[in-house]
């Protein structure tokens, strides 16, 4: 079955530390996209990648740090610079490089801090 | 910048009722609306997405449809169901963007 694999699905930071939230699509999709959700809150963009080696910054993405070294994988850092992580992390893709084509969502990761 | 607004922010029908959900966004220069249902803990999965010459489209008991120029789409449920209960989040894509701009989403609590 082809779809998107987030992992891990819950995650725990301590102060200082920087965490990896892993993003893995078999879809063939050439767009990723890392979403925030807060509670009562709708998605909000921290970066997008339209091709492998090339990423944008989304809305909100002080804090945050992504690489595009293979077109299945899209990994999203957390720093310590980032104050307020505790979120719900969503990976999507879609296919082409255009926002024409429906968004196609992983599982998630929640974060919480320590 | 695109603001996208839904109302309500939850709704709660008994099973087989007829309902509607709307959203309204800001900039009318857009390339198409989409909407999603995300269930609870869950990611979202696309229902249907109107391109912005469409008026309308149909998925089962999902009926969407496009206002452009009073920047404007709603969402029909015929014959809701239990299983209809989620939240639903409507996205739109602006013109010359490669983004999409989300509301706050619907939740909809449908009863036996």
């Known amino acids: 079955d082809g779809g998107i694999t987030q992992s891990p699905k819950y995650l725990f930071r301590k102060e200082g530390q920087n965490v990896t939230l892993s993003c893995e699509q078999n879809?063939?999709?050439?767009?990723m996209y890392w979403y925030r959700q807060d509670p009562g809150q709708g998605l909000r963009l921290i970066y997008y990648?339209?091709?492998?080696?090339?990423?944008q910054k989304g809305d909100i993405a002080e804090g945050y740090s992504v690489s595009r070294e293979k077109k299945e994988s899209f990994p999203l850092t957390v720093t310590s610079a980032q104050k307020n992580p505790t979120a719900f992390y969503l990976c999507?893709?879609?296919?082409?490089?255009?926002?024409?084509?429906?968004?196609?969502f992983g599982d998630g990761t929640r974060l919480s801090i320590l | 910048k695109q603001e996208v607004t839904q109302i309500p922010a939850a709704l709660s029908v008994p099973e087989g009722e007829n309902l509607v959900l709307n959203c309204s966004f800001t900039?009318?220069?857009?390339?198409?609306l989409q909407w999603f249902r995300q269930d609870p803990g869950k990611g979202l999965t696309s229902l249907l997405l109107?391109?912005?010459?469409?008026r309308e489209q149909t998925s089962g008991r999902l009926n969407a449809s496009l206002d452009k120029s009073s920047g404007r789409s709603t969402l029909y449920i015929a014959a809701s169901q239990p299983g209809d209960s989620a939240t639903y989040l409507c996205?739109?894509?602006?013109?010359?963007?490669?983004?999409?701009?989300f509301g706050k989403g619907t939740m909809l609590l449908v009863s036996p």
């Open positions: 999507a893709s879609s296919r082409g490089q255009g926002i024409n084509q429906p968004q196609h």
């Open positions: 879809l063939n999709h050439d767009a």
């Open positions: 990648s339209q091709i492998v080696n090339d990423f």
């Open positions: 900039d009318s220069a857009i390339y198409n």
């Open positions: 109107i391109q912005s010459s469409q």
């Open positions: 996205a739109s894509a602006r013109s010359g963007y490669s983004t999409l701009t």
